[in-house]
């Protein structure tokens, strides 16, 4: 959910603690590989649902999240209109 270069907010399946870092992976439709991000802190927490800040994005994947974003936002305004 609201898909950044710096971040996310995640739904999750259980609570996690504010300050966790995790490691993400987003899996586009029809893309060969997934986009793999090695370190993401917590940064807030409501019941199951939380928010992400990316750190330390190795250019070449903030490339690929950039062009997923791009993606995603040409869909969603396929959508609206």
């Not at 603690?17 to 997934?34: E, G, H, K």
């Not at 802190?41 to 062009?67: A, I, S, Y």
Request: glycine letters at 6%; aromatic letters at 8%; one cysteine or more.
């Amino acid at each position: 959910m609201n898909l950044s270069e710096g971040g996310c907010a995640v739904r999750g399946t259980k609570p996690i603690p504010n300050q966790a870092v995790l490691l993400l992976r987003f899996y586009p439709p029809d893309w060969d590989s997934p986009i793999e991000i090695k370190s993401a802190r917590v940064c807030w927490v409501r019941g199951w649902d939380f928010g992400v800040e990316f750190l330390n994005v190795k250019p070449e994947l903030q490339l690929r999240l950039r062009h997923l974003i791009q993606e995603l936002q040409t869909q969603k305004n396929k959508v609206e209109c």
